[in-house]
């Protein structure tokens, strides 16, 4: 009897120490994903300061929703749309950089293929010509694997204006018209605005 006390008693103890093991776990849980819904309605809201051309105000949002919740890709992807409307490319390529990271960790290949334009066009901007041809062609590559054709036009594009940039009107041009075609057969309005004036520019 004594032996069978102390196995119920011992089995009681493991019980209790994993519901309580269990429901730790189920706090952490619940406090993650609190602040990871925080730095989401941070960040929507730091959206809408931009659109309203408040950046220092929506800076600070997308800082406060970085400290809620550190691993949250858009927080960084946000600041870098900011520091670039701004000019400030190296807080810019920063923040962009860290969203491709955070991107790949999670193989978002949605993510993964805007990080790439971000940094596409922040290369070019630094007159980083090689690194900006670098991301411009993986970021069309993944648009090729998604059938995403804005953002193939958008990738062409800018391997468009690099080689303008670097003096090949040629291949420049081959470019823009490729992007062109693309924008027509999916019809984005903004995008053959895009596309007509950079082929018009080169002709």
């Not at 959206?47 to 929703?65: H, V, W």
């Not at 949250?72 to 870098?80: A, H, K, V």
């Not at 062409?156 to 470019?175: E, H, P, Q, T």
């Amino acid at each position: 009897m004594k032996t069978l006390s102390k196995i119920t008693f011992l089995l009681l103890v493991g019980i209790l120490t994993l519901s309580t093991t269990n429901l730790f776990y189920a706090q952490v849980k619940k406090k993650r994903r609190g602040k990871f819904n925080q730095s989401i309605r941070l960040v929507k809201k730091a959206k809408s300061n931009f659109k309203e051309g408040k950046n220092e105000e929506a800076i600070k949002l997308c800082r406060d929703a970085i400290k809620a919740n550190a691993n949250y890709p858009e927080s960084y992807n946000q600041l870098g749309l900011i520091y670039s409307r701004i000019g400030d490319y190296d807080k810019a390529l920063t923040n962009y950089t860290k969203f491709l990271e955070l991107s790949d960790r999670a193989n978002n290949r949605a993510d993964i293929r805007s990080a790439r334009s971000n940094l596409a066009a922040i290369s070019y901007n630094r007159g980083e010509f090689d690194k900006a041809t670098e991301h411009a062609q993986i970021a069309r590559n993944i648009s090729d694997e998604l059938k995403d054709k804005k953002s193939q036009a958008r990738a062409i594009s800018w391997l468009g204006m690099i080689s303008k940039a670097r003096g090949d009107y040629a291949n420049a041009l081959i470019y823009q018209e490729q992007a062109l075609k693309i924008n027509q057969e999916s019809n984005d309005k903004n995008g053959l605005i895009y596309s007509n004036n950079n082929v018009g520019y080169l002709m």
